[in-house]
């Protein structure tokens, strides 16, 4: 179904502009071609915000990785800087040759 649009008084600079964002020849032409430009623009902007809220997902998953990798590492050079761990007499399981 076709309809007429008629648009009164608009800024001969805006039909300008749309005339040459759009290559059409006519002012009518160009800002129907701007609203579908709009309309792919809109849905491929929202495409584009998903995308970027999975990868801060993605993002806030990996830091919390290297949080508790961190942790671990700090545990381990905590326990590795022990002296009492390659003590012969120590009973402890970290300890290279520890045999119960």
Known sequence: MAMM????DVDEY??????????KGT?????IAGIELMIRQRDRIEDLEETVRSLREQVAVYQRTLRDAHAAAVQL????????MFHPTTDNPLRPGYRR
């Open 5 to 8: 649009l008629t648009i009164r």
């Open 14 to 23: 805006l039909v300008r502009q749309a005339k040459l964002a759009t290559g």
């Open 27 to 31: 002012g009518s032409q160009a800002f």
């Open 77 to 84: 050079a905590e326990v590795a800087g022990q002296g009492d």
